[in-house]
């Protein structure tokens, strides 16, 4: 089994198609189902600006074929134009894509730290579902940790690296000074919360929280209220009567369009729409006196996240160059380790066999002299596959390394069917090669 990533985001596709091939809920429940009928293991992160699977394949090109037409199915895009912007990695390059996910390199706003909170989830609902296994939950294990060491370790989030903050600092350069205003957000999710948060810390005015839910809007309203900031619930059904009063408006809820240009009249307002779908009209631009800032907007506003320097942004890299090399060594040094067993194994067979028919030609042997023949040809056995056995588990942990243990099990002629027993019961699937990165399905 191999690691395949099949996928597209803002790097490679432009927002109107990420809008339709957005995954939630029992979409995407269904889709992980449905591609884990045809492979061992799968995981999607479905995010605002990413769509990513994640699987365990036994075959390169049929894995891209099935994950590919699977989100051109659910998306309704025609597999041609899907295509075009999907991205495609392959065993070392899919964990190292896997990585520098994690770490935030890939994400809009380079160094955000919510990745790691998407991936943690979609990895949770895989468990859920069942899709999950070894290889996936070590390669996501891996990555989380490697995320995490990448924020402590360096400076890529210190320029306020959230979706968030890039678009309040868009919204301030409309707005001027944020704290003399009013802001209402929309929605109550993970990324309303992130809003939330962030306009606290900038001390607007005050917060209007809006959702579906009042007791969720209630409980984000209650977070700004701790740190000083006043802020109170607001029922969606009655949104319409508090846009016009708002001079920020943050909308998070994906589900179609919540705020229409014939709502709003004349007034100086900014509004961020962080939600895929969109929920904004885009013709709000045209209400005199507003600003509207869109996925697609914030594209432009990615320097700010930059601040950091390339500093930070190489030291992150080489975190993951560093965290890709011990991962896959110690994968390829696994791998061969049921070729060792089956070495030993076999060798243990042959000196049993062998103390078997001495005990047979010297029945009146003395046990305690059949106990020291016996240790003598096991400590012989040992020493002669001593140095074979560490040797090859020294050559495995280089690219290429698995062909050492092919040929002790052509030289020995050890049972195929033992070593891949134990690899599925005990190891992580797949031998790490070094293959040529495949940009295209």
Known sequence: MSLLVVGLSHRSAPVALLEQTSITGDDLVKL??????????VMI??????????????????????????????????LEE????????????????????????????????????????????????????RTLHEVVQRALRVGKR??????????????????????????????????????????????????????????????????????LAESARTVGVPARPLRLEDLAGELNSADLIVSCTGAGQVI????????????????????????????????????????????????????????????????????????????VAPTVVALRSKAAEVVDLELTRLRARLPDLDPKTEHELAMTVRRVADKLLHAPTVRVKELAAAPGGDSYAD?????????PTAPQAVTRADLPAGKGTERQERSKA
């Open 32 to 41: 992980l189902h449905e591609i884990h009928d045809a492979v061992s293991e």
């Open 45 to 78: 992160v479905s995010t605002c600006n990413r769509v990513e699977v994640y699987a365990s394949v036994d075959k390169f090109h049929g894995g891209v074929q099935l994950v590919s037409e699977s989100l051109a199915r659910h998306s309704g895009v025609p």
């Open 82 to 133: 899907l295509s075009r912007h999907l991205y495609v990695h392959y065993e070392d390059r899919a964990v190292q894509h896997a990585f520098t996910v994690a770490c935030g390199l890939e994400s809009m706003v380079v160094g955000e730290g919510q990745i790691l909170g998407q991936i943690r989830s979609a990895f949770r609902l895989a468990q859920a579902e069942g899709t999950i296994g």
């Open 150 to 219: 990448a924020h402590s370790d360096t400076g890529i989030d210190q320029a306020g690296a959230s979706l968030v903050s890039v678009g309040l600092q868009v919204a301030a350069g409309h707005l001027g000074d944020l704290s003399q205003s009013r802001a209402l957000v929309i929605g109550a999710g993970a990324m309303s919360g992130l809003a939330v948060a962030t306009l606290a810390r900038a001390g607007v005015a005050e917060i209007t929280v809006a959702n579906r839910t009042y007791d969720k809007a209630e409980r």
């Open 260 to 335: 229409a240009r014939e709502q709003l009249v004349p007034g100086r307002r900014f509004i961020l729409d962080l939600a895929l779908p969109r929920d904004v009209d885009p013709a709000v631009r045209d209400v005199e006196g507003t600003g509207l800032a869109s996925l697609d907007d914030l594209r432009t506003a990615e320097e700010a996240a930059r601040a950091i320097g390339p500093e930070a942004v190489e030291a992150v890299r080489q975190i993951v160059a560093d965290e890709v090399a011990a991962f896959l060594s110690a994968a390829r040094a696994a791998a």
């Open 407 to 415: 040929a002790l099990r052509e030289l020995f002629d050890l049972d």
